[in-house]
C-alpha cells in the first residue's frame, strides 16, 4: 500500500473539512503517532497533567492490551491539543461514537476522512499514513531514531527507520550539496592554479 506523508497545510485542512471527533481525532493521530487502535482505545482516565499513559488498544473491535510492552508508553500531549480534546466532552471513551462507545476506525475512515481528504485532491493510504508522517517529520528535524522509535512504540529501533520513515529528493539536497560544494570548491581551486602558473 502507498503511504502519503502528509504536511501541516494538508493535516490541517483535512481537520477543517470533518465534523468532531474525526478532526480531533485526525490531528491527535498526527501529533502523537499513535496506532489508530490505541487512539480510539484511549480514556480519560489515562491522563495525567496532559501526559497519556497508552496501555490498551481495540482490535479486531475487542478492548485489549497493547501491541507489545514496549507499545505501553507515556507520551506528553500539548496542551492546546488537551483543551480541543477536552471539548469533545467528559464520556469514558476519549473519541467515542454518538452511543458514547469507542470509534470504529473503518466506520471513521471511509465515510468521514478518506471523502474530506479526496474533495482536497490528497491521496490517503489509510490510518497509518498520520504515524509514517510523524516518523518522517521526526527524522527530518534531527530526533534520535531511539526516541523516534520510543514515541512510536516500536519493538526496534531500526523499525522506525525502515519501514515508517520515507525519503524524498528534499531530502538529498543538503547531504549532497555538502560534497558538491566540496569538491566544486577543490576544482575551482586547482583551475586557478592552472590559470595562475599559466
Not at 471527533?21 to 482516565?45: N, Q
Not at 505501553?72 to 454518538?98: C, H, N, Q, T, Y
Request: aromatic residues 6%; charged residues 25%.
Amino acid at each position: 500500500m502507498t503511504r502519503t506523508i502528509l504536511t501541516a497545510e494538508q493535516i490541517n485542512a483535512i481537520a477543517e473539512k470533518l465534523n468532531e471527533p474525526y478532526a480531533t481525532l485526525v490531528l491527535f493521530l498526527a501529533v502523537s503517532g499513535l496506532r489508530i487502535g490505541e487512539a480510539l482505545a484511549i480514556k480519560w482516565s489515562d491522563f495525567g497533567n496532559n501526559v497519556l499513559h497508552v496501555t490498551r488498544r481495540i482490535y479486531e473491535g475487542d478492548v485489549d492490551t497493547v501491541k507489545s510492552k514496549r507499545s505501553e508508553r507515556k507520551l506528553p500531549i500539548d496542551p492546546i491539543l488537551m483543551a480541543r480534546m477536552e471539548k469533545l466532552g467528559k464520556g469514558e471513551w476519549v473519541f467515542s461514537s454518538r452511543t458514547g462507545t469507542p470509534l470504529n476506525p473503518g466506520n471513521a475512515l471511509k465515510p468521514h476522512i478518506r471523502p474530506a481528504a479526496e474533495d482536497l485532491g490528497i491521496s490517503l493510504g489509510g490510518w497509518h499514513d498520520f504515524r509514517h508522517t510523524l516518523s518522517t517529520k521526526l527524522r527530518r528535524s534531527g530526533v534520535h531514531p531511539k526516541v523516534v522509535s520510543d514515541i512510536l512504540g516500536h519493538n526496534k529501533v531500526n523499525l522506525a527507520m525502515e519501514v515508517y520513515d520515507r525519503t524524498e529528493v528534499d531530502d538529498f539536497v543538503q547531504p549532497l550539496s555538502v560534497v558538491s560544494t566540496e569538491l566544486s570548491r577543490k576544482c575551482y581551486e586547482k583551475l586557478r592554479d592552472v590559470v595562475t602558473r599559466g
